[in-house]
């Protein structure tokens, strides 16, 4: 979901790296709901709120960053990077302040929910049926819109050449915040299903990296919907399988993160020769 949220930032030529406090933003707004005592028979309410309530945390986090870029002339960059450590520094506040376990604050995160709030889980499956179908429709929602819609168009429009497109009636400074919220709301989404489908609860580290991550998978897969999907799944598969090296093989777990930094070099290596292969054929 993180890397579906990516995929709109990058049609539009903005280097989206908040993408992790935009995930731990959405992880924070998804638990105040579920800390919210709304009587007996309403988890499934309550979970549905508090899923929305996550895209909508990620999305104002990421509108900010694009405030900052359009309004303020700040980098999104580091704009990114600024919110993200904040967003780190309120998620501690929260576990060790307003949030914390009754007579004690644990680096463990809040309290655990009580279970009528967590998705549903196969357990023989290992898996969250909600959660995958939400990611699935991320997908589909997010191929829909960039590749058959008029803002898919714009946004690329902008992209390649943002005066010319200011020239031809679009408005960039728009297009970029609205990128930045679909970005966003992806990521709070990303961060919903951390709490309601895996912790149940806040921890310190709700996002697990997977925004950084998510970076390292978009650009492998060269910016394309089609294949994100699938490079996504052969990376949670190295991080799963990083967790068996060491009992089953005695290698280190870091191994994983290697092969895949190597893939990401390996790629955009070959993209830079392709280009300049390309440029020297044209000269």
Known sequence: ????????????????????????????????????????????????????????????????????????????????????????????WLIFGPWKRKGIASMSGTEVFPKGLWLPYVAELRLSPPALLIAMTAIVL???????????????????????AFILGLKPDRLMIVAMLFAGGFAGLAGSIQVTGVYHRLIPAISSNYGYLALLIVMLANYNIRMTPFIAFIF?????????LPMMLQLNSSLAGIIQGTLVLSVLAVSAMRARVKTEGGQ
């Open 1 to 92: 979901m993180c890397a579906c949220g990516l995929l709109y930032t990058f049609r539009i030529d903005l280097w989206n790296i908040g993408i992790e406090g935009q995930m731990v933003m959405g992880a924070v707004f998804t638990t105040g709901i579920l800390r919210m005592d709304f009587g007996t028979g309403m988890g499934a309410a309550q979970i549905l709120a508090s899923i929305i309530a996550g895209a909508l945390g990620g999305a104002v986090w990421a509108g900010v960053a694009g405030f900052f870029k359009t309004k303020g002339g700040v980098n999104e960059i580091f704009a990114g990077l600024g919110l993200n450590f904040l967003a780190q520094g309120i998620t501690l």
């Open 142 to 164: 997010t191929a829909l819109l960039l590749l058959r819609t008029k803002l898919g168009l714009k946004l690329k429009a902008v992209g390649s050449n943002r005066k010319a």
């Open 236 to 244: 949670a598969c190295l991080n799963v399988g990083s967790i068996q």
